[in-house]
């Protein structure tokens, strides 16, 4: 017997400027229910914005994935095992962070995080 797996799906907004609580409720479906795809229904950029705000402060400037070369660099280098496994433990989240685009729909309405 063939078995799919599970795909997890959750669905977020509108945030109505409640930014922290948008945040919540994606690290709620994001990171405690594993959830491998996010929509975020508002009309606005509140999700982008959210996003910006936690990969940063998850490993600081550019939280791009170009920027990731150069924190490897500045981190890893000459970085010891407990600092490269810090420096791992940040872009994990990050890194699920990351998939996030606009309207899947290319309405200009919504995000995804998936």
Excluded at 12 to 24: H, Q, T
Excluded at 66 to 71: A, H, L, S, T, V
Aim: proline share 6%; charged share 35%.
């Amino acid at each position: 017997m063939l078995t799919s797996p599970r795909m997890r799906f959750a669905v977020l907004g509108p945030a109505n400027d409640d930014l922290v609580a948008l945040e919540k409720g994606a690290n709620l479906v994001l990171f405690e229910h594993e959830a491998e795809q996010v929509i975020y229904l508002g009309p606005d950029d509140a999700l982008d914005r959210v996003v910006r705000g936690w990969a940063a402060r998850l490993v600081g400037d550019d939280p791009s994935d170009e920027g990731i070369w150069d924190r490897a660099a500045r981190r890893c280098a000459e970085g010891t095992p407990d600092q490269i496994d810090r420096f791992i433990a940040a872009e994990r989240p990050r890194e699920r962070l990351n998939a996030h685009d606009r309207d899947p729909r290319g309405t200009g309405r919504g995000a995804s995080l998936r």
